[in-house]
């Protein structure tokens, strides 16, 4: 009996321990997050970053000959059995 009261107390204490230690990250936490004083932020005007800027396109680069040399993809045709089992005509609707 005396033996099974020790390890109960062992037991006991070492809970303790590890509350106390608990107990203590939270208290570091809630003073360093709402009782510490806020840091200083300087923030900019916001208005002088948020001017629009004037886009412009130089057509001139369109006019370029290696672009006339491109040329365009053949157009691909789908046979009558690919067309017919593409799917339900109203793939909403339930079976």
């Given at each position: 009996?005396a033996?099974?009261?020790?390890?109960?107390?062992?037991?006991?204490?070492?809970?303790?321990?590890?509350?106390?230690?608990?107990?203590?990250?939270?208290?570091?936490?809630?003073?360093?997050?709402?009782?510490?004083?806020?840091?200083?932020?300087?923030?900019?005007?916001?208005?002088?970053?948020?001017?629009?800027?004037?886009?412009?396109?130089?057509?001139?680069?369109?006019?370029?000959?290696?672009?006339?040399?491109?040329?365009?993809?053949?157009?691909?045709?789908?046979?009558?059995?690919?067309?017919?089992?593409a799917?339900?005509?109203?793939?909403?609707?339930?079976?």
């Open positions: 009996m033996i099974s009261f020790v390890k109960e107390q062992k037991k006991q204490k070492y809970l303790i321990a590890v509350f106390a230690v608990v107990i203590l990250i939270i208290g570091v936490f809630v003073y360093q997050n709402f009782f510490r004083g806020k840091a200083n932020i300087i923030i900019p005007d916001v208005a002088e970053e948020l001017t629009a800027k004037k886009a412009e396109i130089n057509f001139m680069a369109l006019e370029n000959p290696i672009l006339g040399i491109l040329q365009q993809f053949e157009e691909i045709k789908l046979t009558s059995d690919v067309e017919n089992s799917g339900r005509p109203n793939p909403f609707l339930p079976y």
